[in-house]
């Protein structure tokens, strides 16, 4: 059996695996009347009237299919879908470092290095502006105040995690910050995570990615930037320009991913991110308490927490992830019980963020009516 008859053989059997966990899960909603179903034509519709390409995952009734639309690298002409590609995660990571840091949080519960959400991150970086207010809630949350303009921008160098942590720590030290309790969404809150798990474990994001979440998931397709192994490729971004496709490629450059540490160097498949969703309330990552703690900490302001937003009183959750400079688009929005929804990775769009929501929301109206959020 070559490779790409084993990659199809086993997203075969990931797929039926994932709509048995999906359906184990203890149910959050009430059932609730199909009327509609989204299809795989409904999607190539959206795609191609909207002239995106990507790689879109539906979940109806806990049923699990994926539909790949246009070129994942069009130089090479290697479609979405391919049993090598893998795709930028972009924020959509930062629920898996939340994930990870509960993780610890409960290992390190009867130790002297205990620890909660209203931990101050003073006990980890000491030197660091404000840290004697901000707690690792407020991290969770993005309320910390902390502001680092240009953690995207490509500075051209790959960065170790120690240095990329050191960079938002000078940033923060040596500028403006807003008032801690107050709510903007930024990449330094995660890397700080990211430094903070490495603190408490002695060892290095990446390692704790790799043990806590790829391996005891059996991920084939998901590791970080600089990991992606050499028989995969990182899908390429484009833009749609003068009514042409595939203008612009820009793909997610080590050096960017270097400088997000926890916060998007995370590259995977939809199939594969419906995995780690279903992990992180089934028990294979964190259970259902482990995870309403994280969604619903105490510092929010908005319905922001541990990395994803928490929308119409809960039974709904979503995440939007972007990388500055590039094209790519990765959107998440699930029932509560992960048996509806979609996951959305696109690497060609013209939309912007809210344009783009639209679209998924046209077609999750089709999988469930009056479910879901628009934005």
């Not at 893998?86 to 290992?107: C, D, F």
């Not at 005891?216 to 003068?242: F, K, M, N």
């Not at 105490?298 to 709904?316: F, I, L």
Request: glycine share 8%; proline share 3%.
């Amino acid at each position: 059996m070559n490779f790409k008859d084993f990659f199809l053989k086993k997203s075969a059997k990931t797929a039926g695996k994932l709509a048995l966990a999906a359906s184990l899960l203890l149910p959050a909603l009430a059932p609730a009347t199909v009327q509609a179903e989204a299809t795989k034509s409904d999607v190539n519709r959206v795609m191609r009237d909207n002239h995106l390409a990507g790689a879109v995952l539906l979940v109806q009734n806990g049923s699990v299919k994926t539909v790949n639309y246009g070129y994942a690298w069009f130089g090479r002409r290697m479609k979405n879908g391919s049993y090598n590609v893998t795709y930028p995660a972009a924020s959509l990571q930062k629920v898996v470092t939340g994930a990870m840091l509960v993780q610890i949080m409960n290992e390190k519960n009867h130790t002297k290095q205990q620890f909660s959400q209203y931990t101050k991150i003073s006990r980890w970086y000491p030197k660091l502006k404000n840290a004697r207010y901000v707690t690792v809630g407020n991290l969770l949350t993005h309320t910390s105040g902390y502001r680092t303009p240009g953690s995207e921008s490509n500075r051209r160098k790959n960065l170790s995690e120690n240095k990329a942590i050191n960079w938002v720590i000078q940033k923060i030290n040596g500028s403006w910050q807003y008032q801690t309790g107050s709510f903007n969404y930024n990449n330094s809150n995660y890397i700080l995570l990211a430094g903070i798990i490495r603190k408490l474990t002695g060892h290095s994001y990446a390692y704790n990615f790799k043990h806590r979440i790829v391996q005891p998931l059996g991920l084939a397709h998901t590791s970080l930037r600089h990991d992606i192994p050499w028989t995969q490729s990182q899908e390429v971004s484009y833009a749609y320009l003068w009514q042409r496709k595939y203008q612009r490629p820009v793909s997610l450059p080590k050096s960017v991913a270097s400088q997000i540490p926890g916060a998007g160097n995370m590259c995977t498949t939809p199939i594969e991110y419906y995995e780690i969703m279903l992990a992180l309330q089934n028990g294979a990552i964190l259970n259902q308490s482990d995870f309403k703690y994280l969604t619903h900490l105490k510092a929010r302001k908005t319905t922001y927490s541990g990395g994803m937003y928490m929308k119409r009183d809960g039974k709904v959750k979503s995440a939007f992830g972007a990388i500055m400079d590039e094209h790519y688009g990765t959107y998440v929005q699930l029932t509560a019980d992960n048996r509806n929804g979609i996951i959305m990775f696109v690497n060609e769009r013209s939309q912007t963020e809210q344009q783009l929501k639209g679209l998924a929301f046209g077609l999750l109206q089709k999988i469930q009516p009056g479910t879901f959020s628009l934005n």
